[in-house]
């Protein structure tokens, strides 16, 4: 189950148009790592897309809690996919919808 982010979150961008997106949740059973990645939503004329990133690791899953970072450039709405793998299996798999940077005044 993912807490963080939420489809429609909108997360603080900084001067140079960067922001780290907390990526949050539990699992609820084994796994050996969490990754996370990030896809521009169609019609989306900035940012740039992620490859897969490690936000937890086996030890980091010992509560069966996870919490880590993936950075994105602001330009558009984006697709967080997230998941868990025990070995080379994936155990869970989510999509968060619509998450986006902004510069809030």
Same mark, same amino acid.
């Given at each position: 189950? %993912? !807490?963080?982010?939420?489809?429609?979150?909108?997360?603080?961008?900084?001067?140079?148009?960067?922001?780290?997106? %907390?990526?949050?949740?539990?699992?609820?059973?084994?796994?050996?790592?969490?990754?996370?990645?990030?896809?521009?939503?169609? +019609? $989306?004329?900035? +940012?740039?897309?992620? @490859?897969?990133?490690?936000?937890?690791?086996?030890?980091? =899953?010992?509560? +069966?809690?996870?919490?880590? @970072?993936?950075?994105?450039?602001? +330009? *558009?709405?984006?697709?967080? !996919?997230?998941?868990?793998?025990? *070995? $080379?299996? %994936?155990?869970?798999?989510?999509?968060?919808?619509?998450? *986006? =940077?902004?510069?809030?005044?």
């Amino acid at each position: 189950m %993912i !807490t963080s982010p939420t489809t429609l979150q909108v997360f603080q961008r900084t001067a140079d148009d960067q922001a780290d997106v %907390i990526i949050q949740g539990t699992l609820s059973g084994p796994a050996d790592t969490v990754e996370a990645k990030a896809e521009l939503v169609e +019609g $989306a004329t900035r +940012g740039k897309q992620t @490859e897969w990133v490690l936000i937890a690791d086996k030890d980091d =899953l010992s509560s +069966g809690t996870f919490a880590g @970072e993936l950075s994105l450039q602001a +330009g *558009g709405w984006y697709t967080i !996919t997230v998941r868990a793998q025990k *070995g $080379a299996q %994936i155990v869970a798999k989510t999509t968060i919808d619509k998450t *986006g =940077l902004a510069k809030f005044l």
